[in-house]
């Protein structure tokens, strides 16, 4: 059974025969019936903006204050907005809200590819559809199309999707201003910086409202997240049509810009000019790396199996191998993170962090011991031949801890699975 039920009856003509009112009311009224009992929202979709046809047709807004139409009130909520993009926004954040996932449509025949179109953009695959076609049994046809609606075309969808996006786009910032924090050992030719979680508009708790990454897992849609990066290209001043991000896994591999792309990945290098790189966190170092000599720059991502596994010596040998860099040219600063304030892992984990240095473990004869990867990764930066000066691990909002401060940070240890995501950038300026 449908968790949250959708009518639509947007942007559709209603012949003014009184017939044509009490059959559309013994439809709605039937459709109440059968999932009032289990449903936990049931809602009527009416855009503000249809308008009185020539040949004397109305829409259902104006027809809500008469012709039966007050009896609805207190089955259904009705959401009317300017747009459909608008509508569908506002609906979902109600059925979040409420935490549902599964939402059954209803709508004209004609209406329900157009639907599917705004659903695919505007949800993700934690949300499951089904659609019915609306039917009304009537002498005459009841529900005709106002516009006719053609889906075949790459620009009809084109329209869909530029729709969606002024509207996000309009949308105000939450939780404040955009903010970036940067290290004063990255000089200028670079364009970097670490993001917080505030200045987006993501809404929803746990990801509001600056997140910047989009999970099939998660309530935020790509739609929302490349808002929010559009966002931040302007705070910041980079190409958002240039903007990579590392395909986590928790490894060490790189890739290297300009050579074929891996299918995973948790460094990258570039020397090309006007490209923003990117790493994410959310308890796990977004760390990034600049060699003002050679003009080059890089990313990684390093949690505990990637601190382990060396991905941030295993990016500086990238910047060496690929364009020629020296060790004691190259900066690297560690983003925001979890601390050993907040981090444990299992003891048979914990172990090889107290063999790399027992100060990288408190608690270590615990059964889950506290662990410092910040600490280690900095180890073994310095073991590898980086000038331990040219490391930027502390000072000011850079070292908080992401758990401990949920108003600058998100954080997978505090949030659990619908976790949102901050980043660390780099760019060489053009």
């Not at 009032?36 to 979709?45: G, H, V, Y």
């Not at 190259?330 to 790399?356: D, R, Y």
């Amino acid at each position: 059974m449908a968790e949250a039920v959708l009518i639509d009856l947007s942007d559709l003509q209603l012949n003014s025969q009184k017939n044509f009112h009490e059959a559309l009311l013994k439809t709605l009224d039937g459709i109440h019936a059968h999932h009032a009992p289990e449903a936990k929202f049931l809602c009527i979709i009416c855009c503000s903006n249809t308008t009185k046809e020539k040949d004397g047709g109305y829409s259902l807004c104006e027809l809500e204050a008469g012709n039966g139409f007050s009896r609805l009130v207190g089955k259904f909520e009705t959401v009317s907005n300017p747009s459909l993009a608008a509508s569908l926004y506002t609906i979902k954040q109600k059925i979040d809200e409420k935490n549902l996932s599964h939402i059954k449509v209803i709508a004209p025949e004609h209406r329900k590819l157009f639907m599917k179109a705004y659903v695919d953009q505007l949800f993700t695959k934690v949300y499951t559809f089904e659609f019915e076609d609306l039917q009304v049994a009537c002498r005459d046809s009841l529900l005709k199309p106002s516009t006719e609606i053609n889906l075949t075309t790459t620009h009809e969808l084109e329209n869909i999707q530029s729709e969606i996006e002024a509207y996000l786009r309009s949308l105000p910032a939450l939780k404040g201003d955009l903010t970036i924090v940067t290290s004063p050992l990255i000089p200028d030719i670079f364009l970097h910086g670490f993001t917080t979680r505030t200045g987006g508009i993501s809404y929803i708790p746990t990801l509001s409202s600056l997140n910047l990454f989009s999970s099939s897992k998660r309530r935020d849609p790509k739609v929302v997240v490349q808002e929010n990066v559009r966002r931040l290209a302007n705070a910041a001043g980079f190409n958002a049509e240039k903007f990579y991000r590392i395909k986590t896994d928790h490894a060490n591999d790189v890739w290297v810009m300009g050579k074929k792309e891996p299918e995973s990945y948790d460094g990258i290098v570039t020397n090309q000019r006007g490209v923003t790189i990117t790493a994410l966190g959310a308890d796990c170092i977004p760390i990034v790396f600049a060699d003002p000599v050679k003009k080059a720059c890089g990313v990684a991502h390093s949690g505990w199996k990637g601190t382990l596994l060396g991905v941030a010596m295993a990016t500086v040998n990238a910047m060496i191998a690929e364009y020629g860099c020296d060790l004691e040219d190259i900066i690297v600063v560690l983003g925001p993170s979890v601390g050993s304030c907040c981090f444990t892992l299992p003891k048979e984990s914990a172990i090889s962090f107290h063999s790399l240095h027992p100060s990288c473990v408190r608690q270590f004869d615990s059964p889950s011991p506290y662990v410092d990867i910040r600490k280690a990764t900095r180890i073994l930066l310095e073991q590898g031949g980086i000038l331990p000066q040219n490391i930027q691990d502390q000072k000011e909002e850079l070292d908080l801890c992401t758990s401990c401060h949920p108003e600058k940070f998100f954080s997978h240890v505090r949030d659990g699975l619908n976790f949102g995501t901050q980043i660390g950038f780099i760019s060489l300026r053009e």
